[in-house]
T-cell receptor, first 112, second 114 residues
């Protein structure tokens, strides 16, 4: 049973425009959410996170929004750059902290 | 670079064989988790080790087992390999006492079972 879902397997955007990646979850016990970025032949790299006590967290070009009532989060990348082309995974954990649940990933292509 | 290293990077095994994968944690981290990432899927939690004890397990059969050593490095052992065990195996280290903290992943071991 997939508790974290990324329904868009791929996304293409023009360089300089906004990329919006979406993620939905079903478990109301999740209280910490993360985005990881993965290049081929590398492990996932941590990008940005948000705690359930917040609804927005920003780090440079990356902003994560959390809508707890909708059990939805999104990652905004502005402006998008070709180096952002990678697979992005959404992940969530409950306060046990010992297990991350991952979505299936969205492959982002930023077109120069 | 995360400081988490895994070996080997690639491995081919025959169905029914046993395999051991290794992971060195990032300095200062006391917790190691293992994940299996099948093609086209997100990483799936196998188990976590904290202070050399298993501290949580996902939906994987007992033929998946692990160890954590006093230096916090870890091994993942898989017995009686099946074709469906072919996947990327990821190790992640973290600091358990720090709740709401990210895990740092190694580059993974690509296991192919033939």
């Amino acid at each position: 049973d997939q508790q974290v879902k990324q329904n868009s397997p791929s996304l293409s955007v023009q360089e300089g425009r906004i990329s919006i990646l979406n993620c939905d979850y079903t478990n109301s016990m999740f209280d910490y959410f993360l985005w990881y970025k993965k290049y081929p032949a590398e492990g996932p790299t941590f990008l940005i996170s948000i705690s359930s006590i917040k609804d927005k967290n920003e780090d440079g070009r990356f902003t994560v929004f959390l809508n707890k009532s909708a059990k939805h989060l999104s990652l905004h990348i502005v402006p998008s750059q070709p180096g952002d082309s990678a697979v992005y995974f959404c992940a969530a954990s409950a306060n046990t902290g010992n297990q991350f649940y991952f979505g299936t990933g969205t492959s982002l292509t930023v077109i120069p | 670079e995360t400081g988490v290293t895994q070996s080997p990077t690639h491995l081919i095994k025959t169905r029914g064989q046993q395999v051991t994968l290794r992971c060195s944690s990032q300095s200062g981290h006391n917790t190691v988790s293992w994940y299996q990432q099948a093609l086209g899927q997100g990483p799936q939690f196998i188990f976590q080790y904290y202070r050399e004890e298993e501290n949580g397990r996902g939906n994987f059969p007992p033929r998946f087992s692990g160890l954590q050593f006093p230096n916090y490095s870890s091994e993942l052992n898989v017995n009686a390999l099946e074709l469906d065990d072919s996947a990327l195996y990821l190790c992640a280290s973290s600091l358990l006492q720090a709740l709401n903290t990210e895990a740092f992943f190694g580059q993974g071991t690509r296991l192919t079972v033939v």
